[in-house]
């Protein structure tokens, strides 16, 4: 029998206090004035970097799970660009440059609609007006089987866990206190009963906790 395709949430860094995003997105500020959050990130392993100078240690590991079995990103358009409003003729392809690290169809949820953008290492970018159970629809259609993947910011994972279409989640909780921004938890009271949730921390202060649906 096929395994079914899993919605996943792969390596959100979240504060303390729950948030994880500032509360404006800028051109500079990509994340909002919350930058902090990556402060013991390593996305080396994310980039396709596989012998970098490091030790392999406990964060590293489970970073590198972040690209395994996915065939379907879908984010909110935050992640994708600081634009509002209709779409500016500015040349905006993402901040990845010409080098986005899905290599995946990407479906980028926006009330603005526009033609897809398509890169050399196989990502495509779809900007398409749908509601999460409507969106999803489509990525399972173009992950050809693999595993579809809640990739942000936190509003987009917000709405999709309070849609009650996730089945695993994996937090990296970071030792700081924002005391502000965009939170995870919003509206989600409780949402822990549906879930059983895995806590592992390490060295650097993080805690991973791993989030599968009963």
């Known amino acids: 029998m096929a395994r079914k395709a899993q919605v996943r949430v792969d390596l959100m860094n979240v504060s303390l206090d729950g948030y994880a995003a500032g509360d404006h997105i800028t051109l500079d500020e990509p994340i909002g004035g919350a930058g902090e959050l990556f402060g013991n990130f390593d996305g080396r392993v994310i980039a396709g970097v596989q012998n970098a100078d490091a030790p392999i240690s406990a964060d590293r590991v489970f970073s590198s799970v972040w690209g ?14 600081p634009q509002q409003g209709e779409w500016p003729d500015d040349g905006w392809r993402g901040w990845w440059e010409d080098e986005p690290p899905f290599q995946t169809p990407v479906i980028v ?95 650097t202060g993080l805690i991973h906790q791993f989030w599968n649906r009963k």
């Open 68 to 81: 395994q079995g996915v065939g379907v990103e879908i984010m909110g358009r935050g992640k994708f660009g």
């Open 109 to 203: 949820l926006t009330h603005h609609e526009r033609e897809p953008i398509t890169f050399d290492n196989g990502t495509v970018f779809h900007f398409v007006d749908a509601s999460p159970a409507k969106a999803l629809e489509l990525a399972l259609d173009l992950a050809e089987g693999g595993d579809v993947r809640i990739g942000g910011g936190p509003s987009t994972v917000n709405q999709f866990l309070r849609d009650d279409l996730v089945d695993f989640m994996h937090l990296s909780i970071n030792p700081i206190v924002l005391g502000g921004g965009v939170s995870l938890w919003s509206g989600l009271g409780g949402i822990h009963t549906r879930f059983d949730i895995e806590s592992v921390p390490t060295s």
